[in-house]
């Protein structure tokens, strides 16, 4: 087969006028893949990923060499950090992993969690104060700790908030891209203090749910009766208290920004609910009524995917249609310029929730959660936690933008900065 070089995104007038105007490398991309094409190469000092965009090139990352394109690279922050989380293993540790970790996070499991869900979202909201703006970016980041870790980990996060706030944030910028991207051994101190803090913490919390077990199946009960070492299982818990919590922050933050912005949707969407709920909290069975909702998270999620890209290192010579991907190269494939597709979504950039009414689309197009066989492990506890708290919500107060502006930024996740700034006004 004849080999066609890879299109470089060299200086583009166009991509430095996106980046300049809406302050997001995104927005460089966009310039890149619609002048280049699905496949393009970034050139960076140190660092040239291979960029794959598409319905074609996401089902060659995710499914046909799945086993080819790796996720762990020693020298990345994010393997530093989470050692030997299910998120950077591969092959038969990630599978072995997530077996394990599996029946925590089933939908047999989700209706167990409601309750919880429920509980910690009214434990955030009737603390919320009417009379001046609300910075819904904090708030929610509050709800989703309390909830995960009500959830999955058997406690109540709510005493250990104030002590550990500043810790997991700081942890979220070690593993945001950075410089370390292009320079991967370049000094990064002033992280260690924050790391021993989380691990003190999850050590704590190991060795008490030892010596004190519950009976319950939640997800520390199930990683300490699987016999894995303490080192391990704090492994797998900074993976979803991190991983798991900031993502769903991501996308509740976006939600509630686009319903504040859009308020004939958020009219739609209250009427709904009140009509499924009434003033009743949200209920397991209920969730699969609220067809609207459904569709504004996806909607939410097609526009501002937390996981924006997903990165792998080709462990061998790969080829991709007429291009060759060279052993040790890194690829990366682009969540958001798949869902931003004309091709695939007419005017990509209007929030238009209706458009997941039906689901005549191609295949790996829409991948908030990843595909494949190693899709999001905790894609449906996410789908549920986003209609509990966004149905409640709704239930409770009007939302209204105060005007502060948002941007993208891509961070852990792809998140609003500076914040989601609401005015709220209680429903009577």
Not at 25 to 34: N, P
Not at 212 to 225: P, V, Y
Not at 304 to 325: K, Q, S, W
């Amino acid at each position: 087969m004849s080999r066609i070089p890879l299109p470089t995104a060299s200086t583009s007038r166009n991509a430095l006028k996106a980046l300049l105007k809406r302050k997001t490398v995104l927005a460089a991309l966009e310039v890149f893949h619609a002048e280049l094409g699905d496949v393009f190469q970034i050139p960076l000092p140190g660092f040239n990923p291979i960029m794959l965009a598409g319905s074609e090139a996401n089902r060659f990352v995710l499914v046909e060499q799945r086993d080819t394109l790796r996720w762990r690279l020693e020298q990345d922050p994010i393997v530093r950090l989470l050692r030997h989380g299910v998120l950077v293993e591969d092959g038969d540790s990630h599978d072995n992993l997530r077996r394990q970790m599996n029946p925590a996070l089933h939908r047999t499991k989700l209706q167990d969690y409601v309750r919880h869900m429920c509980d910690c979202t009214n434990f955030v909201l009737a603390q919320w104060d009417s009379s001046s703006p609300l910075n819904i970016s904090l708030e929610i980041r509050r709800m989703a700790l309390l909830v995960l870790t009500k959830t999955l980990f058997g406690v109540d996060f709510e005493p250990e908030m104030n002590r550990l706030w500043q810790p997991i944030l700081r942890t979220l910028r070690y593993i945001s891209p950075g410089l370390w991207v292009i320079w991967p051994n370049i000094p990064r101190p002033g992280y260690q203090k924050a790391f021993r803090q989380l691990d003190e913490y999850f050590h704590r919390l190991i060795a008490y749910r030892r010596a004190n077990s519950t009976g319950r199946e939640d997800l520390l009960s199930l990683l300490i009766a699987s016999g894995m070492s303490d080192d391990l299982i704090r492994d797998q818990l900074l993976t979803m208290i991190i991983a798991g919590h900031d993502t769903s922050t991501a996308l509740l933050s976006w939600t509630l920004y686009l319903l504040s912005r859009h308020l004939d949707i958020q009219v739609e969407a209250q009427a709904e609910v009140d009509r499924v709920l009434g003033s009743n909290p949200p209920h397991y069975s209920s969730l699969s009524e609220l067809h609207y909702l459904d569709q504004i998270i996806n909607e939410t999620l097609r526009l501002y995917p937390p996981i924006h890209a997903g990165l792998r290192i080709a462990a061998t010579d790969i080829e991709f249609g007429e291009y060759f991907i060279p052993k040790g190269t890194r690829v990366m494939y682009s969540i958001y310029l798949s869902h931003r597709d004309a091709r695939y979504w007419p005017e990509p950039n209007v929030f238009r929730p209706e458009r997941f009414a039906s689901a005549t689309r191609p295949p790996y197009v829409f991948l908030p959660f990843g595909g494949g066989p190693r899709n999001c492990i905790g894609m449906a506890f996410a789908q549920v936690e986003a209609k509990v708290v966004l149905a409640r919500i709704l239930q409770k107060f009007d939302l209204h933008f105060t005007g502060k502006p948002v941007r993208p930024y891509m961070g852990a996740t792809l998140e609003p900065r500076p914040a989601v700034w609401l005015n709220i006004k209680e429903r009577v």
